[in-house]
């Protein structure tokens, strides 16, 4: 069993930067692909970016590509997506979730364990 818990959302303005985290309990994080996701009201969870366990395998949604940056810490079991030049479009629940498959690298949604979400809102 997995726990994980997101920290970091927050308002901020257009153009600003956030960096969330995601910490996972357990002592085989290591051997988990982590991934980020998003929801903003009304519409459908959105693949945003996946780490595989190695680390060698990382992937970015077109929409966040070149702004936001995945990265993971296996000594501190916590996983990191930095955001920059927010826009409001980016404003949404935001999950961090676990595998120890591939099923996250798939952006359907699949994933053995979630975080409860973090809450970004970004202000025009």
């Known amino acids: 069993q997995v726990q994980l818990v997101e920290s970091g959302g927050g308002l901020v303005q257009a153009g600003g930067s956030l960096r969330l985290s995601c910490a996972a309990s357990?002592?085989?994080?290591?051997?988990?692909?982590m991934g980020w996701f998003r929801q903003a009201p009304g519409k459908e969870r959105e693949y945003v970016a996946v780490i595989g366990a190695s680390g060698g395998y990382i992937y970015y949604s077109e929409s966040v590509k070149g702004r936001f940056t995945i990265s993971r810490d296996d000594a501190k079991s916590t996983v990191y997506l930095e955001m920059n030049s927010l826009e409001p479009a980016d404003t949404a629940v935001y999950y961090c979730?676990?595998?120890?498959?591939?099923?996250?690298?798939?952006?359907?949604?699949?994933?053995?364990?979630w975080g409860q979400g973090t809450q970004v809102t970004v202000s025009s």
């Open positions: 979730a676990a595998d120890d498959g591939e099923a996250i690298r798939s952006g359907d949604g699949v994933a053995k364990y």
């Open positions: 357990g002592r085989t994080f290591s051997r988990y692909d």
